[in-house]
């Protein structure tokens, strides 16, 4: 039953992506996007406001690691992958993974790959860890509770310590009969009796193929995950009226504990070094969440300023094989040098933390491509 409905949906997305749909805007592609209301397109200008509010969420999390489950026409990924050091995409359905990869290629995003699999059976390389597992609008095509917690069983295996899995666009179940109710009442002729309605209703209801849950459900799937989940939920942003902003709701999930960091010498600060512990923005700030008491120097945190033109330095003196300027140029190119952008971390100021959290940002004495970053309240 359960991949009954797994090939249902496979088929029916797959069959949506065949035509692009939009205003010609290629990271725009709509395709899929069926109001319930109408059963025409969702209007573009709700489309566009929960694409910025949606990237804006996931932005807030600062992550540079990313795996999408069900990545659809790339409107998350093809924003979001650019300030990504890596950003893996997967879905179930071949035709959207061969549009996002044209558009990819087009915009040149690096760092970007695609997958063709089934949400509960990635198979990615083991050693690849990501700071932040985006399902976004996905979930309500899942079959039951059973498949969610095999899903995140699997995302958790590829989640660096203190990582997060962003649940994005859950269908509020509690709100299903209003959200139907809503529809129904819409569509209705004026004339038509209430009675009528109320029967069409309680069938509409009983027969809804998507799937839906409450925060609640989401305590109960995740209470038998390894480790303990902490879960946040937020309504959606936006000031249209339509079916996401108004049953809809967002879901961060984090795994504690996070890094086992070591305190300074006075007791008070905690230290942690970028390098042993395979940080980022987003681990760093999930932490900050949890521990807010503590103050936090991050030290040897590689300078996106300074990786490219460092290596460059180190190249023109001692040149390995290379002789022109050209050639020096595409080696530092495809050496595809990663660092932390700065403006990242301070970022954290205002990234959910708290307004008072101060964060100072300095070069390391000892490491020229390296920074520290103080964190304090
Ligand atoms: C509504 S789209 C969302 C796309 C994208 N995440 C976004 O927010 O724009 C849902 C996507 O999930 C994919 N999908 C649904 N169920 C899936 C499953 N069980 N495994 C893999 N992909 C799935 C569909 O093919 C479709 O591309």
Redesign the pocket.
């Known amino acids: 039953m359960a991949n009954q409905k797994?090939d249902h949906?496979?088929a029916l997305?797959d069959d949506a992506y065949e035509q692009p749909v939009g205003d010609g805007d290629p990271s725009l592609n709509l395709a899929?996007w069926t109001s319930s209301y109408t059963g025409l397109p969702i209007p573009l200008a709700d489309m566009r406001e929960w694409v910025a509010g949606?990237v804006g969420r996931i932005d807030s999390l600062t992550p540079s690691r990313v795996l999408?489950?069900?990545?659809?026409?790339g409107?998350?990924l093809l924003r979001i992958a650019p300030r990504c050091e890596i950003y893996r995409g997967?879905?179930?359905?071949p035709t959207?993974l061969a549009y996002v990869a044209e558009q990819v290629r087009v915009a040149g995003i690096e760092g970007v790959r695609l997958f063709e699999?089934?949400?509960?059976q990635l198979a990615l390389p083991a050693s690849e860890r990501f700071d932040l597992v985006v399902l976004?609008?996905?979930v309500q095509?899942?079959p039951d509770a059973d498949y969610l917690r095999r899903v995140l069983l699997g995302a958790i295996q590829h989640l660096a310590p203190g990582g997060a899995i962003f649940l994005?666009?859950l269908r509020s179940r509690s709100l299903l009969p209003c959200f139907h109710s809503s529809r129904l009442l819409r569509q209705a002729d004026r004339d038509r009796p209430l009675s009528e309605l109320a029967t069409q209703l309680t069938g509409d209801v009983a027969s809804e193929v998507e799937w839906a849950l409450d925060p609640a459900d989401l305590e109960a799937i995740t209470a038998y995950l390894p480790g303990s989940v902490s879960i946040t939920t937020q309504l959606k942003r936006g000031r249209r009226r339509n079916e996401m902003t108004c049953f809809r709701y967002d879901a961060t999930l984090r795994l504690e504990p996070g890094p086992a960091w070591g305190r300074g010498a006075d007791g008070k600060d905690v230290v942690a070094d970028w390098r042993d512990e395979a940080l980022s923005a987003s681990i760093v700030r999930g932490w900050l969440d949890a521990r807010g008491e503590a103050d936090l120097t991050l030290q040897g945190i590689p300078n996106a300023r300074l990786v490219e033109e460092l290596k460059a330095l180190r190249w023109l003196r001692r040149p390995e094989g290379l002789e022109t300027v050209g050639e020096l140029a595409r080696a530092v190119r495809r050496a595809r040098l990663s660092g932390i952008e700065p403006e990242d971390l301070w970022r954290l100021e205002r990234g959910g933390v708290g307004d008072e959290l101060r964060i100072e940002v300095d070069w390391q004495a000892d490491a020229a491509d390296r920074f520290l970053a103080r964190v304090s309240r």
């Open positions: 797994i949906w496979r997305w899929g949606t999408e489950i069900g990545c659809g026409t409107m998350l997967v879905d179930f359905s959207s699999a089934d949400a509960d976004n609008s996905v095509y899942f994005g666009d």
